[in-house]
């Protein structure tokens, strides 16, 4: 008797089921261990797209513009205008985002190797970076960490040069 076999067995079906369902969880839990890194990373990039904003801002409107930090908040203010606009960085943010170091061991700026006190170098109290009609600032370098110790870092020159920089675990990149 010839039988003509078209499709799947039972058991080749779940055997493909299983083997989707490891690799999607393999995926899943990949995932959540990049996601604290990447608020990380979203957190550092918004505030020097921010800075970046207020100086192009400060330049167009030919007058003085600038951030104020508030570090025991977690939050910063752009022009009187608070951000996180609620509640503070990690509530935006997620994953213990926060002003601080992390597990780096050196400064993110080139002028030291050592850690500065706080994770906001900026001068002034409350601390904060000035912009004026030419684009010129205060130096400064605002540490961004989270829960897991990540740590990145924007450094503001007094040219107005504005960098994003990510700790490795063994140097500033």
Known sequence: M?????????????????????????????????????????????????????????????????????????????????????GVLADQYGGGVRFGFGRAT??????????PSSPITFQGNPPRVQFNQRGLSNAGTVYFANRRGDCCAVVVSTSGRIRMRTWTGTKWR
């Not at 890194?37 to 918004?46: E, F, T």
């Not at 007058?63 to 570090?71: E, I, K, L, M, Q």
């Not at 050196?106 to 850690?115: D, M, P």
Request: aromatic share 8%; hydrophobic share 45%; proline share 2%.
């Open 106 to 115: 050196r400064s993110a700026a080139s002028t030291s190797s050592k850690l």
């Open 2 to 86: 010839d039988r003509n076999h078209n499709g799947f067995t039972l058991v080749e079906l779940m055997m493909a089921v299983a083997i989707i369902g490891i690799m999607a969880s393999v995926a899943a839990f990949n995932a959540m261990e990049m996601l604290p890194r990447y608020q990380l990373h979203s957190a550092a990039r918004d505030f020097a797209g921010y800075l970046r904003l207020i100086r192009k801002k400060a330049i167009c409107e030919t007058r003085n513009a600038g951030v104020v930090f508030d570090r025991y908040g977690n939050t910063y203010s752009i022009d009187g205008r608070r951000v996180p606009h609620r």
